[in-house]
């Protein structure tokens, strides 16, 4: 996992969001490897979606436009639908989801990685995307949401 | 400096599987989180606790708790004061005088008295949430009223680390003995904002205020109210 | 006799899935196999109840976990006690997904079925520890 972790905590629970990724609002963290992207969700997106039973990732050669869902996981709580931060075609997916889906749970920025892309305008696409500092502001403001309901 | 958490009560249930009085703690603990006091109230789920929850067990460090046991053995209780602190208030179903010797049905089915004793121990833990929060409560519905006292939602009061190096704690003398406050510092900071004086006027806020961060008998209240003041004394004058 | 086996359910009250954990642990010592197994609550084992540290000593627990942070698990081991078994309700509801539960001081009818699910496969569990053979 990349760098500096910023965290921020509202009543008993604790968001990290590490420096060094980009986010979208969605709670999709992007990790920019050359020409490609590393795609997962983040911390708060985990927590507040619950355990993970499933998780359905688009396969290798999918083509991707920024907003389609590229992934389903299904939760004790909801069925998440993950919209692609960035617009390109799947070249790898993480098949340790298929036996470990609590991977994502467990180690969100790490181990439980949902898909590679390779990308086709990240020019557009990152105009799109909140570095970590705005990423945890939007974090704090949607936890408190999330606590009042 | 972090800004300070919006004041809400953990409520750890015992939900011993024992006995019935064990699931009478279970269901009032979640009747006062889902539907009595929802916005003031955050579950501490005790396995999680007891197993090494730091989440849960940071938060009941600075946040008041109301343990809710089943029977003497008071585990909740016990383990909060364990790990965290002392709950500020501690709940022992089967001493409620109410209950005597009925039968409240099976520890996995309540019947329909053991059900009015969630009722019953429900309505009392919403009372100390309120108390504990300076809040006025109906007592016929159980629900919270319009009072004075609940803070003003605002976009600076949201979030807080909650490692222990960002929430400040402030060693005072105290009747002759050291405590240690949590808080204090932040406390002040919005005390003085809103303009309230280092005088006699302020001494009373000042320790509901501080008593939702830290646990003070009521035997030792005059003193710590008497500290507390001279502590913020002292705080206006730096700040000035 | 045997020692009873000991069935430890985490009882987590922050979801639907700890409710399962309890009453899949009801279904187990009060319907399935009463007379081979005793439910023993997580909390008596952390705060040194003697009684219930000198029963989990030389006897093996089954733990039932309402999520991945496997609590019940956890504390047996740290408590001195042999983990035989740690079932997780989300595997049995992995293999069941029709089932998914809701409601924490009221399972829905998927959740008591999930629970009565997740007790017959502790049952299995419970007779090969036994020494029992399963009747199809």
Known sequence: MPGEILKVTVDKFTFRVPKGLSYSD???????EGNRARLGLSDFAQQSSGDVAFAN?????????????????????????VPSPVNGTIVEVNLSLAEAPELINQDPYGKGWLAVVELSDWENDRAYLLDAETYLALVKGQAAEEMKR | MPELPKRKVGIIAC?????????????????????????????????????????????????PTVAVDGCEKRCAARGTEMYSGKPAISIVVNEAASIGSSDLGSARQLNETGMQVVNDVAAQIACHVDQLLDLKGDRRSGLPVDGPAPQEESQS?????????????TTLHVAGREVTFVALPLIFAQFREVGKLPDDS???DLLR?????????DADETSYAQALLQEYSAFCRRDH | MKEKVLIVPCSGIGKSYGTVAREGAYVVTEDLCPEKTMLVPVALLVLGEDEARSTLAGTEAI????????????????????VAHRVQVLDVFRSHRNLKPSGIAELDANGHKLA????????????GMTGEVSHA
């Open chain 2, 15 to 63: 939900s011993g599987e024992e006995s019935p009085e064990g699931t009478v703690t279970r269901l009032a603990a979640l009747k006062v989180l889902e539907s009595l006091r929802p916005h003031e109230t955050v579950t501490i789920c005790l396995p999680l606790f007891l197993a090494g929850g730091e989440g849960d067990r940071t938060f009941a460090r600075f946040y």
């Open chain 1, 26 to 32: 969605a709670g999709v963290w992007v990790k920019l």
């Open chain 3, 63 to 82: 733990t039932i976990d309402g999520c991945q942070l496997a609590c019940a698990a956890k504390v047996v081991a740290n408590s001195g006690g042999t």
């Open chain 1, 57 to 81: 990732i688009k396969p290798d050669g999918t083509d991707l436009e920024r907003g389609d869902a590229f992934a389903e996981v299904e939760t004790v709580k909801v069925n998440v639908s």
């Open chain 2, 209 to 217: 205020a501080v008593k939702i961060y830290n646990v003070i008998s």
């Open chain 3, 116 to 127: 009565r699910v997740l007790a017959e496969e502790v049952q299995e569990l419970v007779n």
């Open chain 2, 202 to 204: 302020t001494k009373d």
């Open chain 2, 157 to 169: 009061r949201q979030a807080t680390c909650s490692c222990s190096s960002s929430i400040p704690v």
